[in-house]
């Protein structure tokens, strides 16, 4: 505190007691300092849950740790490998056993760390409720050969029609093998959406008018959340038939469950040792189902961008989130949510 002007007639008792007052001897807090002199660079996967956790861990970063922050829009492998570059710095959702190969080679390189545990995923096919109402022998994927005039596909009559992942998305590997391992690429054709909200809308389209659909699709996500489906049954989990399932050369694929997912949270090497503070919030990052399911369903509901929905499970979710940092990161936070 420097003094430049005393009023006239303030004594030095008086002084000294202002001096010493509650309000005075309380300093403003300093702002937040950025451990780096640049923006933080997130990986934009273009799917909600993974576009929500970017909006809530931007706005953490601003907020509570004083850095600028941008986001990149890519697909699943391209964004890995501008990981490894150094292009962004951070990728919120990275689901190990989708991209087992690619992944594995990441860390082994040493210039990708995998921290945390966001939460736990899953994949699978899946038709509605009512489908299996219909035709109840249909419990297991294997027995899709048998239902492909139920599924037949609209440009091609003859054949059956399974949704898959989205074009260029790594899934599709998963699913290309896996329809060839259980035998029906003869009978059925994987039709490839070409975004991710065109295969919702398929999906949606199809179950409001309670047309019979069988489709691939993964958790936690609104869609899964909010329609009342059935997973197909598959050959119990086999790593090394998993393995070759994520193999685009898989030459000789054999059925099997998807891997369980424990997504973690993936960090460019450089970055982490450049921003140990921030690395920490991300490695103690967890997001309960129950949160993440009701943060999805409101978004889904509400019809809002991700960046709302990242707000809102800021603001439903403090308990959570004030886990992940120190108190006064979280007072920051929890400051600036009030101005909103």
């Known amino acids: 505190?420097?003094?430049?002007?005393?009023?006239?007639?303030?004594?030095a008792l008086a002084l000294a007691a202002a001096l010493l007052?509650?309000?005075?001897?309380?300093?403003?807090?300093?702002?937040?300092?950025?451990?780096?002199?640049?923006?933080?660079?997130?990986?934009?996967?273009n799917w909600e849950s993974n576009l929500v956790l970017a909006g809530i861990e931007r706005f953490v970063l601003e907020h509570g740790y004083g850095c600028k922050t941008s986001v990149e829009i890519g697909e699943t492998l391209p964004?890995?490998?501008?990981?490894?570059?150094?292009?962004?710095?951070?990728?919120?959702?990275?689901?190990?056993?989708?991209i087992e190969g690619a992944w594995k080679k990441a860390l082994a390189s040493g210039k990708v760390l995998g921290v945390g545990h966001v939460y736990d995923a899953g994949e699978g096919w899946y038709v509605p409720r009512y489908t299996v109402e219909r035709h109840p022998e249909l419990?297991?994927?294997?027995?899709?050969?048998?239902?492909?005039?139920?599924?037949?596909?609209?440009?091609?009559?003859?054949?059956?029609?399974?949704?898959?992942?989205?074009?260029?998305?790594?899934?599709?590997?998963?699913?290309?093998?896996?329809?060839r391992a259980l035998k029906l690429d003869k009978d059925y054709s994987l039709f490839a959406p070409g975004s991710g909200a065109a295969q919702k809308a398929a999906i949606v389209s199809a179950y409001k008018r309670k047309r019979d659909i069988v489709f691939y699709y993964w958790t936690p996500t609104s869609l899964v959340g909010a329609l009342d489906l059935v997973k197909l049954e598959l050959p119990a989990f086999d790593q090394a038939a998993y393995t070759c399932m994520t193999d685009p050369k898989c030459?000789?694929?054999?059925?099997?469950?998807?891997?369980?997912?424990?997504?973690?949270?993936?960090?460019?090497?450089?970055?982490?040792k450049q921003a140990p503070r921030v690395t920490e919030f991300l490695s103690k990052l967890t997001v309960p189902d129950e949160a993440i399911d009701a943060t999805l369903g409101w978004l889904e509901n509400e019809g809002k961008e991700p960046e709302d929905a990242a707000r809102y499970f800021l603001k439903q979710y403090a308990p959570v989130w004030r886990q992940w940092m120190p108190a006064d990161v979280a007072d920051r936070v929890q400051a600036a949510l009030a101005k909103e």
């Not at 300093?27 to 996967?45: H, Q, Y």
């Not at 030459?251 to 982490?272: C, I, L, M």
């Open 21 to 45: 007052s509650p309000a005075a001897a309380q300093a403003a807090p300093a702002a937040p300092v950025c451990e780096v002199d640049r923006p933080v660079r997130f990986s934009g996967l």
């Open 1 to 11: 505190m420097r003094i430049t002007h005393l009023v006239p007639g303030l004594g």
């Open 79 to 98: 964004m890995l490998a501008a990981l490894q570059r150094g292009d962004v710095d951070v990728t919120p959702e990275v689901w190990p056993g989708q």
């Open 251 to 272: 030459a000789d694929p054999v059925p099997t469950q998807f891997k369980p997912n424990p997504v973690v949270t993936g960090v460019n090497a450089d970055f982490a």
């Open 139 to 179: 419990k297991s994927a294997a027995d899709l050969a048998r239902f492909k005039e139920v599924f037949a596909d609209p440009e091609d009559p003859g054949r059956g029609r399974i949704y898959g992942c989205p074009a260029g998305w790594a899934c599709g590997t998963l699913n290309d093998n896996l329809l």
